[in-house]
């Protein structure tokens, strides 16, 4: 987690110091901000390297950033919503995303998620062999179009390194378990077939779609010859990562494409399985990198060790506290100053692990300075909590014009003690 060095200071951020302190005489922090410009650009260049598939459509990963503003920008670029949960799901109908535009890839699912996902006509991928009768006794029938999740198991490897360890997660189906289900689901009235795979997170390389790719496309070849099951569409999923650390370098999506393009060449269509669509189902990819979260210095304190204590906590901003990840911090207005301070920032959590970062080297903090804390523009506000009775912040739009959106306000006390509403002891709060 440690970095230092100039270079390191200097990573880019969308927002500047004059920026922040405008949008803070309205909105104060902390706040998500998300860069409206980067995440056009990025859906357009994706879009553009899949192009050469005739059906290819990306399902953004809603429980990424569910935000409705996010995903009426996303559907410019034809982009659908993949779904896991019932709210979700009611996000993604209510934006009228209609069935077509909804993947509902869930796992361990109630019935009424089936029963809702049906009933939005979304494509249901199971998870399991087992939720074929369990489908079919919810809603009543098999759909026509249904989607399988496949696991390997074992190891997944690329080159040298182990990426995952398919073998040891809760996800998707054996290889013979998707052969039956297959032939199951075909004797049940569906036609329209798919598979789905996610095999390793947060990749940051080129070759782990094409990897995947020919893995599924393999298994699509066999399960057509075996069970004569029409498919329909391949869905890659997500795991395409972003470089969270500066010395990374970021994957390049339109090379990602064109090895999927040779992949797809080589497999499906020199077997006539040429007119198979490619899905998607990115969420960090396509958010991360156009969001940050603002928050301010409020404290320091010399101890053991040097603390910067900010207004901002892991119940805005999980990842580091949860997986020590690791999320590259700018302080607003210092972008040329030398990293020569070592610095726990740290949230109020009364959790240790409520730590942005730990012996970071940043330049000199002062009170009242703007920390930006970068990628935080998927699986952050989304995985936000009200531990300490802690509250949500508000997320706002930097639009392409410069202007300031919010598109969610933050939490109030009033909404923390909400779920009291029904008692007599508890009068809530105005
Ligand atoms: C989380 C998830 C995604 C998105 O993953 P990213 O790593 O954000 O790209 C896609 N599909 C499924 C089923 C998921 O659970």
Request: some cysteine; aromatic content about 10%; glycine content about 8%.
């Amino acid at each position: 987690m440690t970095s230092g060095g100039l270079t390191e200071c200097l990573r880019k951020t969308f927002v500047t110091l004059d920026q922040i302190k405008e949008i803070t005489r309205t909105y104060p922090t902390p706040f998500h901000l998300y860069d409206e410009k980067g995440i056009r650009e990025n859906a357009s260049k994706l879009k553009e390297a899949f192009a050469w598939n005739k059906g290819y459509r990306e399902y953004f990963a809603v429980k990424a950033t569910p935000n409705p503003f996010i995903l009426n920008i996303l559907k410019d670029y034809d982009c659908g919503c993949d779904c896991s949960s019932l709210t979700e799901l009611m996000m993604a109908d209510r934006l009228d995303f209609d069935g077509k535009s909804i993947m509902f890839s869930s796992n361990d699912t109630p019935a009424e998620e089936f029963a809702y996902a049906d009933k939005v006509g979304a494509i249901i991928n199971l998870d399991d062999i087992t939720h074929i009768d369990f489908l079919e006794k919810t809603i009543g029938r098999i759909p026509e179009t249904i989607s399988c999740r496949y696991n390997p198991g074992g190891y997944f490897k690329l080159g040298n390194s182990i990426m995952d360890n398919p073998g040891d997660s809760k996800y998707g189906m054996t290889h013979e378990q998707i052969i039956e289900a297959f032939k199951i689901l075909k004797s049940k009235g569906a036609k329209n077939f798919g598979i789905h795979a996610f095999l390793a997170s947060n990749t940051v390389t080129n070759e782990y779609y094409p990897a995947l790719a020919r893995i599924l496309f393999e298994l699509a070849v066999e399960l057509h010859e075996k069970t004569g099951a029409d498919i329909k569409f391949i869905n890659l999923s997500g795991g395409i990562g972003i470089p969270y650390t500066p010395d990374k370098e970021p994957n390049d999506i339109s090379v990602i494409g064109a090895n999927v393009h040779k992949v797809y060449d080589e497999v499906l269509t020199a077997n006539g399985m040429g007119d198979v669509a490619i899905y998607t189902e990115l969420g960090r990819f396509m958010l991360a990198p156009y969001g940050c979260l603002v928050t301010k210095a409020i404290h320091e304190k010399h101890t053991y060790k040097e603390y910067i204590g900010v207004d901002a906590c892991a119940a805005n901003l999980m990842r580091p506290a949860m997986y020590g990840a690791y999320h590259h911090i700018t302080v607003a207005g210092k972008e040329n100053a030398p990293c020569d301070h070592k610095y726990d920032i740290t949230g109020s959590l009364c959790e240790n692990n409520d730590k942005f970062a730990i012996d970071r080297m940043l330049p000199k903090i002062d009170m009242g300075d703007y920390l930006i804390i970068h990628d935080t523009g998927a699986h952050g506000f989304s995985m936000g909590y009200n531990y300490n009775g802690r509250l949500r912040s508000s997320e706002l739009l930097l639009k392409e014009d410069g202007s300031v959106q919010m598109i969610r306000r933050a939490e109030t006390p009033k909404d923390y003690f909400a779920t009291f509403d029904f008692t007599d002891i508890f009068k809530g709060i105005e």
